[in-house]
């Protein structure tokens, strides 16, 4: 058996009803499902997307191995064997859409839409928003962390804290592109390419009989990359005056320590210390690293503290997203064919957040050509011209209609890429440097307003009148 193959990795559900549409002989028939979150996670302005390519790999590898088909073959529900002997032909042969990793999003618009027979759109439900949901999560959690932290190091170490190994290697990999700079996660710096960072445990100094002497060999063994670990017995007493020991000792040979790490006890008053220790020891080129139950609050407040960071280690909070656990990303069918054409459907709820947006869709980000920045995002139906032809736009919010604009001067960018066409992989995934460099270009895109971490401005998310007045049609008919 594989731990790496994904095709069960689906709720149970999914497939009952894919059984449920073989058996009445409605599988070909095409849907159009989008997935979008509707809340922004920690109070943030916006959200990064990130899961793409692991989605793409999934669906590369999507077909029933015969262990599946042997494990669904023991199920309750007794599926005939025609249905599995489909499930073995099976693959993906439809469309998918999505924005690329990196960019920023907002709530209610479509993330990712899948075109394709519904046998197989629904199957994949469960794995794609799993992926979207956590590496979304992430990368907006670092996002914010890179916020408050634009001119330190960042350092991903949740590891040993994360949700299990998937979550370590995909979270350090989100955490990269929304602007961490390395990993200690290796596995995640061998797949992926993220650069990796490494100090040592207490473990070490606990295993001499001394922390000079552990030091010292440490020092010994990996010259060229010295980092030392301050604060197993007294920071400012004892681990600080022996790093110093050690980096004299390391200058006789010509080399430099490059920093210390401190993992507890007041990290404000020990980093300064520290700093006026090494510098009057002439040793202003060790940096110091501060790590212990790190996030963008704590560093705002170590920071307004003067404390004297140059890297951050950030392991727990940013990994498990500890704030919020989880985003609440959702796949909805918007489309249905009838009668060889689409049929826009709508999910109506008691909660008016949760009432779905009907018709198949594009977004739209509206850049104001006078300034070069986004003015709202667009969310027109995919047979809209309007956007494309540059035609003046209203801007309107339904529940705040004195909010009304008309935009002229601008130029819509459309988020959503064609990724998979009729089964075909069409996109050539960016390198992870480039998501990372074009993360920071998207910042550019932003007024500050949307992007402080406290307190953002709402941008506007607008619906098309087309879109909205097809929303209100529906409600109205299955409101009777
Ligand atoms: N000057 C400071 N201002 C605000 N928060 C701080 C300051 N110094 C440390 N912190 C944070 O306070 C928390 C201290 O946690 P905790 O009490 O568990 O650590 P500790 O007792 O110093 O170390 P240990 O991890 O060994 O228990 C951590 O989240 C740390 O990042
Ligand atoms: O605090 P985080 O943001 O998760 O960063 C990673 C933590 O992991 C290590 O601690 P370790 O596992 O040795 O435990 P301890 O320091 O809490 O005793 C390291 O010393 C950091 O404190
Ligand atoms: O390299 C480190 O200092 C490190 C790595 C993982 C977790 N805590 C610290």
Redesign the pocket.
């Known amino acids: 058996m594989s731990y790496s193959h994904l095709t069960l990795h689906t709720d149970k559900y999914q497939i009952n009803m894919m059984y449920a549409h073989w058996v009445q002989g409605s599988l070909n028939k095409k849907a159009v499902f989008e997935a979008y979150f509707r809340k922004l996670p920690f109070g943030n302005g916006y959200a990064v997307f990130a899961g793409l390519e692991r989605i793409v790999d999934y669906i590369r590898q999507l077909t029933f191995s015969d262990e599946d088909i042997h494990y669904l073959r023991q199920q309750e529900e007794r599926y005939k064997e025609g249905f599995l002997d489909e499930l073995k032909n099976f693959r993906f042969t439809g469309n998918i859409h999505a924005v690329p990793e990196g960019t920023l999003v907002f709530p209610n618009e479509p993330l990712i839409r899948v075109e394709a027979r519904i046998f197989e759109a629904q199957l994949i439900e469960t794995a794609l928003l799993n992926f979207m949901n956590y590496q979304t999560l992430i990368a907006t959690k670092a996002s914010r962390i890179k916020q408050v932290a634009a001119n330190e190091t960042l350092l991903e170490?949740?590891t040993?804290?994360a949700q299990e190994a998937d979550a370590a290697v995909w979270g350090a990999r989100a955490a990269y592109i929304a602007g961490f700079d390395a990993t200690s996660n290796l596995r995640a710096g061998m797949l992926f390419g993220i650069p990796t960072k490494g100090t040592h445990?207490?473990a070490w100094i606990q295993d001499h009989d001394t922390e000079e002497e552990a030091f010292q060999k440490f020092a010994e063994a990996l010259p060229d990359q010295v980092s030392l670990?301050v604060d197993t017995y007294d920071s400012v007493k004892s681990g600080i005056p022996n790093a110093i020991k050690t980096a004299k000792l390391l200058e006789q040979q010509g080399k430099r320590m490059n920093s210390i790490?401190i993992?507890?006890g007041d990290l404000a008053y020990i980093s300064k210390q520290a700093r006026e220790m090494l510098d009057r020891a002439g040793l202003p080129y060790v940096k110091i690293i501060a790590?212990?139950?790190?996030?963008e609050n704590i560093i705002i407040n170590l920071k307004a503290q003067q404390a004297k960071i140059d890297v951050w280690?950030?392991?727990?909070?940013?990994?498990t997203a500890a704030d919020q656990p989880s985003l609440g990303g959702v796949y909805k069918l918007v489309a249905r064919e009838k009668k060889g054409a689409y049929e826009p459907v709508i999910k109506i709820s008691g909660n008016p957040e949760k009432v779905s947006n009907p018709g198949i869709k594009e977004i739209y980000r509206i850049i104001n050509k006078e300034t070069g920045k986004a003015e709202a995002d667009y969310i027109a139906q995919s047979d809209e011209t309007d956007v494309r032809r540059g035609k003046p736009l209203k801007l309107f919010d339904p529940l705040q209609p004195y909010k009304n604009k008309i935009i002229t001067n601008y130029e819509g960018v459309p988020l959503l890429k064609p990724i998979y066409i009729d089964g075909e992989l069409v996109y050539s995934l960016p390198k992870l440097e480039d998501i990372r460099r074009f993360h920071q270009e998207q910042l550019q895109l932003f007024w500050p307003e949307y992007l402080r971490i406290l307190n953002p401005e709402l941008y506007r998310v607008n619906l098309s009148p087309a879109s909205w007045a097809l929303k209100m049609k529906l409600i109205q008919k299955y409101n009777g």
């Open positions: 170490f949740g040993r804290r445990a207490h670990l790490r993992d507890s790590s212990n139950d790190i996030d280690g950030v392991g727990t909070q940013l990994i």
